[in-house]
């Protein structure tokens, strides 16, 4: 989309949500590879510079924080208001954060952001957009997971944040992104397995409170690994033929997954307005209904993420004094 007409559909933006209700929509996605062009010494980035294979030029990473820009914008259309918290994976450091949020188009939403400073060695880590007004941030902190003590690459870690949506009030929210498919089966799965114990630790030391988890667990609802979150936490994903309608958040191979989750704790699941949906405009997907991607493999194909979003609404405030800590 050019610059100027994304310009025009943010300044238009508050005319083209007036009159719908404002929902406090909560949303996640993996924005694939958001690097920036330097090099890090410290994290194995080099495939993301302007001299290597990708050819991860300033203009490919200005106009790909365009186009996350334009998918929010389209989302707070669709919502009534920009969603008060975005949960991101796949983001390498404060620099992009900080262009998106300042420097793109996107800065007339007015988000801060936290993020997670993690050992992964390719540098991606997770991170939470908020909206200071209706989130007032009150805390947070990364979780690590002892991926080397148990003989696994270093992993992200996870992402806890507090904050009152309303006076007395408190949400917490977990951002996860767990180990990749990746490499050798058995050991991924003990890798992701090992990650969750350490969620699910976190989610317990929370009970009682209102707690919205979200991510890409690389996991699929059937998978194990939800036995060990699902009781204590409630999914949020659609089911039957809302799910079948909906199709996916990642294509592999031609074939369909959800991959990208939203759980909550039984405090807040009688707060929700409706299960979890799949953001899926038209733009961004390719001709063949897919995620349009950034990259496939080394091959620039110019799009979106190879991820969709997910998106869930609280109804109103939360209890008054649920969310007390």
Same mark, same amino acid.
């Given at each position: 989309?050019?610059?100027?007409?994304?310009?025009?559909?943010?300044?238009?933006?508050?005319?083209?949500?007036?009159?719908?209700?404002?929902?406090?929509?909560?949303?996640?996605?993996?924005?694939?590879?958001?690097?920036?062009?330097?090099?890090?010494?410290?994290?194995?980035?080099?495939?993301?510079?302007?001299?290597?294979?990708?050819?991860?030029?300033?203009?490919?990473?200005?106009?790909?924080?365009?186009?996350?820009?334009?998918?929010?914008?389209?989302?707070?259309?669709?919502?009534?208001?920009?969603?008060?918290?975005?949960?991101?994976?796949?983001?390498?450091?404060?620099?992009?954060?900080?262009?998106?949020?300042?420097?793109?188009?996107?800065?007339?939403?007015?988000?801060?952001?936290?993020?997670?400073?993690?050992?992964?060695?390719?540098?991606?880590?997770?991170?939470?957009?908020?909206?200071?007004?209706?989130?007032?941030?009150?805390?947070?902190?990364?979780?690590?997971?002892?991926?080397?003590?148990?003989?696994?690459?270093?992993?992200?870690?996870?992402?806890?944040?507090?904050?009152?949506?309303?006076?007395?009030?408190?949400?917490?929210?977990?951002?996860?992104?767990?180990?990749?498919?990746?490499?050798?089966?058995?050991?991924?799965?003990?890798?992701?397995?090992?990650?969750?114990?350490?969620?699910?630790?976190?989610?317990?030391?929370?009970?009682?409170?209102?707690?919205?988890?979200?991510?890409?667990?690389?996991?699929?609802?059937?998978?194990?690994?939800?036995?060990?979150?699902?009781?204590?936490?409630?999914?949020?994903?659609?089911?039957? #033929?809302?799910?079948?309608?909906?199709?996916?958040?990642?294509?592999?191979?031609?074939?369909?997954?959800?991959?990208?989750?939203?759980?909550?704790?039984?405090?807040?699941?009688?707060?929700?307005?409706?299960?979890?949906?799949?953001?899926?405009?038209?733009?961004?997907?390719?001709?063949?209904?897919?995620?349009?991607?950034?990259?496939?493999?080394?091959?620039? #194909?110019?799009?979106?993420?190879?991820?969709?979003?997910?998106?869930?609404?609280?109804?109103?405030?939360?209890?008054?004094?649920?969310?007390?800590?």
């Amino acid at each position: 989309m050019p610059r100027l007409c994304l310009i025009l559909l943010f300044l238009l933006l508050p005319l083209l949500g007036k009159g719908q209700p404002a929902r406090r929509a909560c949303m996640f996605w993996n924005v694939e590879n958001l690097f920036d062009c330097r090099h890090d010494t410290l994290k194995h980035d080099q495939e993301f510079l302007p001299d290597a294979e990708r050819g991860w030029s300033p203009w490919r990473y200005w106009r790909k924080l365009d186009a996350l820009s334009r998918t929010l914008a389209a989302v707070a259309d669709a919502e009534g208001d920009w969603p008060m918290l975005v949960g991101l994976a796949e983001v390498e450091n404060d620099s992009v954060l900080r262009d998106l949020t300042r420097r793109s188009p996107l800065r007339q939403a007015g988000y801060r952001y936290v993020m997670t400073d993690s050992p992964d060695e390719r540098g991606v880590d997770v991170a939470l957009l908020y909206q200071p007004e209706r989130f007032r941030l009150t805390g947070w902190h990364a979780v690590g997971i002892p991926s080397r003590e148990n003989g696994f690459r270093p992993t992200r870690d996870l992402l806890y944040a507090t904050g009152e949506v309303a006076p007395g009030d408190t949400l917490h929210i977990l951002v996860v992104h767990l180990p990749s498919r990746a490499g050798n089966r058995r050991g991924s799965e003990q890798h992701r397995l090992l990650a969750v114990e350490r969620l699910r630790q976190t989610v317990d030391s929370l009970s009682g409170r209102p707690l919205l988890v979200m991510g890409d667990f690389n996991s699929e609802a059937g998978d194990r690994i939800f036995r060990r979150l699902c009781p204590p936490l409630v999914s949020l994903m659609p089911r039957g #033929k809302a799910m079948r309608r909906a199709r996916g958040t990642y294509v592999y191979q031609g074939r369909w997954s959800f991959l990208d989750h939203m759980l909550c704790s039984p405090a807040l699941q009688a707060r929700m307005d409706a299960p979890a949906r799949v953001v899926a405009f038209p733009f961004m997907l390719d001709e063949k209904g897919r995620p349009a991607r950034t990259f496939l493999g080394p091959i620039y #194909k110019g799009g979106y993420s190879d991820h969709l979003p997910v998106i869930c609404s609280l109804a109103g405030l939360l209890p008054q004094g649920g969310g007390g800590d």
